[in-house]
Antibody, heavy 124, light 106 residues
Framework: EVQLLESGGGLVQPGGSLRLSCTAS????????MNWVRQAPGQGLEWVSA????????FYAESVKGRFTISRDNSNNTLYLEMNSLRVEDTALYYC?????????????????WGQGTPVTVSS | SYALTQPPSVSVSPGQTATITCSGN??????TSWYQQRPGQSPVLVIF???ERPSEIPERFSGSNSRNTATLTISGTQAMDEADYYC?????????FGSGTKVTVL
């Protein structure tokens, strides 16, 4: 059974930093791209970032480009999201989601498993 | 940037058909997925590759995609189908989610 467990969320001041983690189990982690998706309170889903199975291909939403960095440790089945220069508008529940392709955006992609999310609140 | 537009809400009576649209430029040239999100829960995939359904998803869920519009259809809607639904596509190195549609079963 695929399991994704996010951690690392919390309260941080504007301009601060936070590192999210997503520990995966139940599948061959390095064989699949992974994603971060966020959802602001009462709002819709917003894709944040994706990383290929090998870690070589990374992609970001314009809203976080230059501030967030996605990475993965395939030896420990863990996905990360390093968030810097945080803004109030980054406040959201952050989900990690497993892709079914090894390179993000490959034909036939979709997200077949999601974690429960970790909350991030950016406030002074 | 690429945008996917969905109606904010759809209302349907139990047993009737709910139709949710997702519009985007040349969306029919891309694969579209659909996710269901019940209140307080994580999203769940209900349709992938335009019209394929995960084995655990009931047959009453179906999808199509042509030209500029993808459609999620829920036939014989049940109370448990009340949720938010999001479409998803890939464009120019980014994943894009639709704005979401709240389905209310009256």
């Amino acid at each position: 059974e695929v399991q994704l467990l996010e951690s690392g969320g919390g309260l941080v001041q504007p301009g601060g930093s936070l590192r999210l983690s997503c520990t995966a189990s139940g599948f061959s982690f390095s064989s699949y791209a992974m994603n971060w998706v966020r959802q602001a309170p009462g709002q819709g889903l917003e894709w944040v970032s994706a990383i290929g199975g090998s870690g070589n291909n990374t992609f970001y939403a314009e809203s976080v480009k230059g501030r967030f960095t996605i990475s993965r440790d395939n030896s420990n089945n863990t996905l990360y999201l390093e968030m810097n220069s945080l803004r109030v508008e980054d406040t959201a529940l952050y989900y990690c989601a497993k892709d079914v392709v090894v390179v993000p955006g490959a034909p036939g992609f979709y997200f077949d498993s999601w974690g429960q999310g970790t909350p991030v609140t950016v406030s002074s | 940037s690429y945008a996917l537009t969905q109606p904010p809400s759809v209302s349907v009576s139990p047993g009737q058909t709910a139709t949710i649209t997702c519009s985007g430029n040349k969306l029919g040239d891309k694969y579209t997925s659909w996710y269901q999100q019940r209140p307080g829960q994580s999203p769940v995939l209900v349709i992938f590759r335009d019209n394929e359904r995960p084995s655990e998803i009931p047959e009453r869920f179906s999808g199509s995609n042509s030209r500029n519009t993808a459609t999620l259809t829920i036939s014989g809607t049940q109370a448990m189908d009340e949720a938010d639904y999001y479409c998803q596509a890939w464009d120019r190195y980014t994943y894009v989610f639709g704005s979401g549609t709240k389905v209310t079963v009256l």
